[in-house]
């Protein structure tokens, strides 16, 4: 049926978790775009004189963006 599919829609129980790799694609793009949410704590302390309303708001987009892609 799935002849033309990648090995984990051909056998979905043997997908990534079979694999001995840790990272997605190599360590620092893991950091860069996995781990984003870590940039905005020294964002909001480098613009200290942001609006706590603004920050609030940046940070629940930033959320929503993450928990839906």
């Known amino acids: 049926m799935f002849h033309n599919a990648g090995p984990i829609v051909q056998n979905p129980l043997s997908g990534p978790a079979d694999s001995d790799k840790f990272w997605?694609?190599?360590?620092?793009?893991?950091?860069?775009?996995?781990f984003s949410g870590?940039?905005?704590?020294?964002?909001?302390?480098?613009?200290?004189?942001?609006?706590?309303?603004?920050?609030?708001?940046?940070?629940l987009f930033w959320i929503g963006?993450?928990?839906s892609s």
């Open 24 to 34: 997605i694609n190599g360590f620092s793009w893991d950091l860069v775009w996995i």
């Open 38 to 59: 870590i940039w905005l704590f020294p964002l909001v302390l480098f613009f200290e004189n942001l609006n706590p309303i603004y920050a609030a708001a940046v940070f």
């Open 65 to 67: 963006h993450r928990i």
